[in-house]
């Protein structure tokens, strides 16, 4: 049985196909990256996995069961976590505060395991993300946080809800290098402790240092997928990104 | 040794002790914390008991209000703005009218059962809109009472135009006063509770971001379902609560003034502080009541002040008194001199 298999999803606002019949599978334990132009499809098709849009045709199938069309809140319970590209922290909440939303989760409770207050453990899991914990930043509220630690808050929410597939939406867009730096091996970890991942990301570099596996999409459609050195090499790649043959 | 004097603010020291737990040295810093958290306490009751006989019939209708403004304000802090608290408010009379009217229930059942039926229904009539968010949630909010008046109006039920009369009263206006004052007293101190457990984050979560609150595996619908019930059963206490006091139940209760005044009891005391709106209904309640000399003039002088509100102090009188609060100074001795910066 696949973990996570897509089959022909499709998708159309109005006239414009944003995803045209893409299908694909994610093996337990992987990272799959999934690069693209703009408006390729990229986004769409996460907000399509995980229940923030419902698509027009086609299957996501989760460990056996199609998932396509539950409600957001249903699938998040499922085991399926993402982040957004435009970061979306609760901004009158202090950052740890943020953390306990996701911990009143019903996936949360099911799986216990979360030993202790939701506040201490809220603390602990920002610690671990890059906040520091005797400093005032986890208290402080989200409003006045810089970008760099707004992201982290996004990878927070997946981490509190031991989320067991990852979907991470340009999670290193606006980063600083050294940003970037220090979360790559945030998520090699989450990938040992035996988390599947999907990144979507426009940082080709950074994302081919750790993805073992590559999907590209351009308008709405998939062009290419296999291992970032072979993805590298195909011609149809390059023509998508620059437009053209090289 | 020089015996120079500088300014500082009353509240730095206590802060810098620690920013939440209260670490108090004096009577003075003590006074400084627990005379404005006493105030709402105090001052409803020095306004219930004190004021000549009919200003107390005033202060019941204040203190109504004053829930009616706190449910408003807690249910648009959960990203419902609604524009028909008279919905709710006359769902909750209409539901202890009947109670009383119709199945002859004594006044101590009448207004709890009343607020919990009214709250139920007022829940059920708002469901089919929560996917809706921010003005087109309003604008249904806005047009459900409107139409069920005129449902009321052309079907005839409960009296019609007519209404439903003789209902039983309260013993008396002591109790009366009472009675609104503890209410109001449970409703502010209770959502205020409520706001800050992390339960109630969740509620603020929604009005910041819902996606993500979607995101973190919460449905967004049962939650304002809850915050819907919470905020509506206010109101409906409060129209369960009039019309008892008033011994009868009309059209009236739909009356869009009844979902104006929350709303401007909040705009002038502050969105979002639920101390705000109780502070906003206490001046314009009595306030309306004094302008009553002018006929229907007064509604020229009172949309004229509530416009100077807004333009004067866009964020409302209590984070403004609270600024000002806060920024209040006290001579201290510098021993080292004051220095340049």
């Given amino acids: ?246 | 040794m020089s015996t120079e004097r500088r300014k500082e603010r009353i509240d730095r020291p206590i802060k810098a002790v620690t920013d939440d737990i209260f670490c108090l040295s004096s009577i003075r810093e003590i006074a400084y914390l627990v005379i404005p958290r006493m105030l709402p306490v105090v001052g409803l009751l020095l306004l219930a008991f004190l004021v000549p006989p009919y200003w107390r019939k005033v202060m019941v209708i204040t203190f109504v209000m004053g829930m009616m403004a706190l449910s408003w304000d807690f249910m648009a802090s959960c990203g419902l703005t609604s524009l028909g608290q008279a919905l709710f408010f006359a769902l909750g009379a209409y539901s202890a009218g009947a109670a009383n009217h119709y199945l002859g229930l004594p006044i101590y059942l009448s207004i709890p059962l009343g607020t919990l039926i009214g709250a139920v229904i007022s829940t059920a009539c708002i469901y089919p809109t929560l996917g809706l968010r921010g003005i087109y949630f309003s604008v249904v909010t806005l047009i459900i009472p409107l139409m069920l008046m005129r449902v009321v109006e052309t079907t005839g039920i409960f009296g019609g135009t007519e209404g439903i009369t003789g209902l039983s009263p309260f013993p008396g206006i002591i109790v009366t006063i009472a009675l609104s004052m503890i209410a109001l007293w449970i409703t502010f101190f209770g959502l205020r509770r409520l706001i800050d457990s992390d339960y109630g984050h969740i509620f603020v979560a929604l009005k910041d971001n819902d996606r993500a609150v979607e995101a973190s595996g919460l449905s967004i619908r049962w939650f304002k379902v809850q915050a819907i019930f919470i905020g509506s059963g206010i109101c409906c206490f409060c129209g369960a609560f009039m019309t008892h006091y008033y011994m009868s139940i009309g059209m009236s209760a739909f009356a869009v003034d009844l979902s104006i005044f929350p709303i401007a009891a909040s705009v002038v005391g502050g969105m979002g502080t639920l101390v705000g709106p109780l502070l906003g209904a206490i001046i314009l309640g009595p306030l309306s009541e004094a302008l009553r000399a002018f006929g229907s003039f007064r509604v020229v002088i009172y949309a004229a002040l509530l416009g100077t509100f807004i333009v004067m102090l866009p964020e409302g009188l209590f984070p403004y008194l609270a600024r000002k609060y806060q920024q209040i100074e006290r001579w201290v001795e510098a021993p080292g001199g004051i220095s340049e910066d």
């Fill in chain 1, 1 to 246: 049985m696949e973990y996570l298999k897509i089959e022909n999803l499709r998708k159309t606002f109005g006239g414009v196909v944003a995803v045209d019949n893409i299908s694909f599978e994610v093996e337990q334990g992987a990272l799959l990256g999934i690069i693209g132009p703009n408006g390729s499809g990229k986004t769409t098709t996460v907000n399509l996995i995980t229940g923030f849009l419902t698509p027009d045709s086609g299957k996501v199938m989760f460990k056996g069961r199609d998932i396509a069309g539950l409600r957001a809140s249903k699938i998040t319970n499922l085991g399926i976590g993402r982040t957004f590209q435009m970061v979306k922290p609760f901004y009158r909440l202090p950052a740890f505060k943020n953390l306990v939303v996701p911990l009143f989760s019903p996936r949360v409770k099911r799986m216990g395991g979360h030993y202790g207050e939701k506040d201490t453990l809220a603390l602990d899991i920002l610690e671990d993300i890059g906040f520091e914990r005797d400093s005032a930043v986890p208290y402080k509220p989200a409003s006045i946080l810089p970008h760099g630690y707004l992201k982290r808050l996004e990878m927070a929410r997946v981490i509190a809800l031991q989320s067991e597939l990852i979907v991470f939406d340009e999670l290193y867009s606006g980063l600083t290098l050294a940003e970037v730096a220090s979360i790559s091996p945030m998520i090699e970890k989450l990938i040992e402790a035996g988390k599947t991942i999907i990144m979507v990301e426009h940082r080709l570099k950074e994302l081919f240092k750790i993805a073992h596996r590559v999907m590209v999409l351009d308008q709405g459609k998939k062009i290419a997928e296999g291992s970032p050195r072979e993805i590298m090499k195909q011609p149809s790649v390059k023509k998508a990104y620059l437009g053209v043959e090289l």
